[in-house]
């Protein structure tokens, strides 16, 4: 089990200098590289493979190593793209088909308005 921790945290590893190095080299990352890498980061603490503190920590550590800052202070030089990163899903937290019906009885009502 050691080991599978230790090969997933390397593949990590390697994906977020990878991330991280195209960030720096002025490509902008599609929104669905970045979802693929959270979801198999997500992934290896479902498995029991890590958590999200050692996680956090490897971030930290190869945004470190590829901007020689840390991830607060390069958000601060740069808000739009701290804003561009964090997305608010709460509204997608209730299913499609409830959050539409409101939507539904609105039409229907001006449909028979009209």
């Not at 996680?55 to 190593?65: D, F, I, K, S, V």
């Not at 997608?92 to 001006?110: L, V």
């Amino acid at each position: 089990m050691e080991t599978d921790r230790a090969h997933f945290l390397s593949e990590v590893e390697a994906r977020l200098l990878r991330l991280f190095s195209a960030s720096k080299s002025g490509y902008r990352l599609s929104p669905q590289e970045r979802h693929r890498l959270e979801g198999f980061m997500q992934a290896g603490v479902f498995l029991n493979l890590t958590d999200n503190a050692a996680l956090e920590g490897l971030m930290e550590q190869c945004h470190q190593a590829v901007f020689n800052k840390s991830i607060a202070e390069r958000r601060a030089e740069n808000p739009l793209n701290a804003s561009y990163e964090r997305i608010d899903y709460s509204p997608y937290e209730q299913p499609a088909y409830i959050r539409h019906q409101g939507r539904r009885s609105r039409k229907r009502e001006s449909e028979e308005a009209g």
